[in-house]
DNA sequence: GCGGGCGATACCCGACGGGTATCGATCCGG
DNA sequence: CCGGATCGATACCCGTCGGGTATCGCCCGC
């Protein structure tokens, strides 16, 4: 199987339309029908159910969108990792460091000095993401290693090393209420009047639904306190970078938050395990 | 990335020989020689180094060889469960459970019963493979889900489920000494003057130097045991197939045994998430 | 110095990927 | 109920590119 083949399948199978995949592919569609009837051939095995107005997966369609797609990850990881490693005999980034923009800014900067003080320290990138971006940006090569927190960030397929585990505070705006009691619990910030929980892209960029603003990243999320908008529930690291008009409660039966720091599993470099065993060190 | 130029790249790398490579890839020597050369100018990155004479990885290469296998590990995954997603239709094997031939044999036939007995239950086949296999194969397609044995085998990338934690037992020749012992410990087992512990194959198929037999399943192992060639530590687990002229003595500072059942992590299927629930409710 | 091994180059051919034109089926609006 | 629109399939042509053979250039060892 060809990665173009299973490329132009992944399109059909997230169009279920062979004129707008064959528009997104940049061909015409009569080859790409024939793409995908050749590769059932060759597979013996039916992919999409078509009648003249339709197209569906079959449950071996499914298979291979998501088999198909882990591979087209992984082999667009492989292209840009060679890349990269390529250029860097000059001074490229060594390794590109993922984390959500706004998280971990105590921890970030620690692991960074550490790590530049290191012998045979490499240049470390830090690409900022939105929430959940971490996973794909390993996957597919972007990232080297990024900081997850859990329960939020699934950590399925990365290898992963936890790095501290902290309690949760609410972030209000200064003037409200309660922002000088002493401690709140879950359910009161749930119920906060007026001050919805913000909502954030799933996997797939999609919101849920419910009453608060979409939010995706923390800069657009303290703008949304400070206006009074919204109210959150984050790990008590985020007070380092508070706007003077918020105010941090802590929240004693919130789950506690564990960073750790992630990578795919397979590519562990020299310069990736002195990362690594910095930040344990910490 | 067409996988092709992987394939040939991987070739490549392996043998380090352009006229050995091709012969494997079953094409010409001077196709593969442009082959490689384009994929080196469209990366813009030198993946070998190679005067008349040899020819070696560069650091951009051997980041490609470790990247591209695992690519086409899982391109490879992705023909073969889709053509068994496509077969499975009439009756084709819905899973396929691979594990240590001998091992785990108390728990993989109350596992297999207690999942044939759920409602929505498919055929699973049994894969009985050699010590450390077990990951290739849920990487490259062959197997859904796998029993791994901690602290033994590796479950890096992998999704695991914890069942059953054990005691190890020494296994030693029924008329040997210290067979009537009511326990040993691993000094003890370790220094047996005469039954030096046997050596299992690492991931690459090499064996460690030193003085015990080589092995590759259980039944050599028990085989070998019997004839006073050598002794091994394993979970208890194993007494229930042991031969009558072998005995087993509890060895209480031996690390403990924990069974993991491991699948990769993005390929949950309906199936597959049954048998493991089924697993981690026995 | 010469033969042999090895990768690179030159050149040819056939297969296959991609394009245009068109068909056949189905749905929809009038 | 009919005509146009939509959509995938088919037919056919062309250019590219993957693969083969022949050969070269280089370097080693005898």
Redesign the interface.
């Known amino acids: 199987?060809?990665?173009?083949e299973?490329r132009y399948f992944v399109a059909v199978a997230e169009e279920l339309h062979f004129g707008r995949a064959a528009r997104r592919l940049g061909i015409a569609q009569p080859p790409l029908s024939r793409a995908i009837r050749q590769l059932e051939r060759r597979?013996?095995?039916?992919?999409l159910e078509r009648d003249s107005r339709s197209v569906a997966l079959?449950?071996?369609g499914s298979?291979?969108l998501?088999?198909?797609?882990?591979?087209l990850?992984?082999?667009d990881?492989?292209?840009r990792?060679?890349?990269r490693?390529?250029?860097?005999?000059n001074g490229g980034p060594g390794l590109v460091l993922a984390t959500k923009a706004g998280a971990s800014s105590e921890l970030l900067p620690k692991l960074l000095d550490a790590y530049a003080a290191e012998p045979d320290a490499v240049p470390v990138e830090v690409l900022l993401c939105g929430i959940g971006e971490q996973e794909r940006l390993l996957r597919d090569?972007r990232a080297d290693v990024a900081l997850l927190h859990l329960p939020f960030d699934s950590t399925?397929?990365?290898?992963t090393e936890e790095l501290v585990t902290e309690q949760q505070v609410a972030v209000l705006p200064a003037g409200h209420p309660l922002a000088r009691r002493p401690h709140l619990l879950m359910a009161e910030v749930e119920t906060l009047s007026g001050l919805p929980m913000p909502r954030w892209p799933r996997a797939d960029g999609s919101y849920p639904e419910g009453l608060g603003p979409e939010v995706r990243d923390h800069a657009q999320l303290f703008q949304l306190i400070a206006l009074g908008r919204t109210a959150v529930v984050l790990p008590e690291s985020v007070r380092t970078l508070l706007l003077a008009d918020l105010a941090a409660v802590p929240v004693p039966d919130a789950p506690a938050v564990t960073t750790v720091i992630a990578w795919?599993?397979?590519?562990r470099?020299r310069p990736l395990a002195a990362l690594i065993r910095t930040a344990t060190r910490l």
């Open positions: 199987m060809e990665t173009r299973l597979l013996g095995v039916t992919l079959t449950a071996a298979v291979l998501r088999e198909g797609r882990a591979a990850d992984a082999v990881a492989a292209d990792r060679t890349r490693a390529g250029q860097a005999v090569g399925t397929g990365l290898d795919p599993p397979h590519s470099s």
